[in-house]
Every structure is written in structure tokens, then in C-alpha cells.
């Protein structure tokens, strides 16, 4: 298992911009993927954007072109830039990771074994 630990959510006004980070050691998987969730109050969890090691990546429909998903291999951390903020995007984000086999594709639906414990992102309009 790998520990993650989430920073960077905070209050913003529509329209403008975070950086989430998500630490962890996820290189002891070797091939793997890593996400970014997120869940608002009375919604379920939804996936934002997933990366593999090979710097494949995806993003939902909805965060296309102002949300983008890195990662620092050297800092063992991952990023979420957010752009252009609007209140809908608002409520907790997670990371998450897990190990995949080499061939196998990240996807939204993946099924991610170790969670962070979230970063609260709070969008007024």
C-alpha cells in the first residue's frame, strides 16, 4: 500500500485557479495509475482525471481544457491544476493510486486500492 496525502484545495471565486498536490511513494508499484476524485455533499464520487506512469492521461468531459492532471516523478508528487473554477466543481477531491500491468490502460473506472484523505474545494459564485 501506498500513503497519500492531498494539499492545495481552498476557498476561490468562480472563475478562478487551484493547484491540488497529492504525495506519495507510488514508484514501489513500478507500472501504475493515479487519479484524482472528487464528491460534492448528496453526490457520489466522480473521477476528475487519471495519469499512468507512461504519462498517459484522461480527463472527464466537464474539466476538459481547464483542468489538467501531472505528476513530478522526481517529487513523488501528483498534481491537479484547475482553471476557470465554477461552483459545480466544487467538494472534496481525493487522489488515489494503484498498481496496473504493463499493457494495461488507466482508465476512470479503474479499480484504485489506496486513497488519500481528501482536500476540500469550495467555489463561490
Known amino acids: 500500500q501506498v500513503q497519500l496525502v492531498e494539499s492545495g484545495g481552498g476557498s476561490v471565486q468562480a472563475g478562478g485557479s487551484l493547484r491540488l498536490s497529492c504525495a506519495g511513494s507510488v514508484y514501489t508499484y513500478g507500472h501504475y495509475c493515479m487519479g484524482w476524485f472528487r464528491q460534492a455533499p448528496g453526490k457520489e464520487r466522480e473521477a476528475v482525471a487519471y495519469i499512468a506512469d507512461n504519462g498517459n492521461t484522461g480527463h472527464r468531459n466537464s474539466v476538459k481544457g481547464r483542468f489538467t492532471i501531472s505528476q513530478d516523478n522526481a517529487k513523488n508528487t501528483l498534481y491537479l491544476q484547475m482553471n476557470n473554477l465554477a461552483p459545480e466543481d466544487a467538494g472534496m477531491y481525493y487522489c488515489?493510486?494503484?498498481?496496473?500491468?504493463?499493457?494495461?490502460?488507466?482508465?476512470?473506472?479503474?479499480?484504485?486500492?489506496?486513497w488519500g484523505q481528501g482536500t476540500q474545494v469550495t467555489v463561490s459564485s
Open positions: 488515489a493510486a494503484a498498481p496496473r500491468q504493463f499493457g494495461q490502460a488507466c482508465t476512470s473506472t479503474y479499480e484504485y486500492v489506496d
